[in-house]
């Protein structure tokens, strides 16, 4: 978002209108951008109170938490309940996988989102989210192979087109005996 003051005002007339998760969820994503987490907070939580067995709007809290420097925790118990609400909802597990990569918790990053490749409907998007955590944890095998995976599915996917440069670059830096801070450097580029 450009212009977040502008999106505020133009996703809380939609809300005046029809107030359904893709406002809420514009307006809550605006209001983070703009700095105002309790603003954001405070519309999460009223989108919970209008659907509240919707895992999205569960989720907006979740992602309303896990934006304060403090919120980890609380973000977790969110989107815990918004994934008991739906298993399989992209926004949460999303939401989730980067909760758990900010912690550097890859391995459950990745368990949270490989059973997405069996529902989700753009899988090449998946196959470059787990390449960039594989190569996060240095198992650059596993990236190489859902780099290539997403790239077979979509050949234009510029997440995975990067992610792909990215582990040659690395590997061209260890073969040439560059050491381990050039190649901690390329893989810190991930973040």
Known sequence: LKRPDTAVVAFRRAINIRADQGAYRGLVEALITAGLHREALAAAKEAVQL???SARAHTLVGLVHAASPDGFERSKRALSKAHQ??????ETVLAMARVHTAEQKFALAISCLEPLLQTHHEPAAIHSKLGDLHALSRNFTQALSHYHHALSICDTLKSAQAGLERIE???RAVDKGLGPAVFNGLVESFN
């Open 51 to 53: 659907m509240p067995t």
């Open 85 to 90: 609400l739906d298993p399989t909802c992209y």
């Open 169 to 171: 670059r690395m590997s």
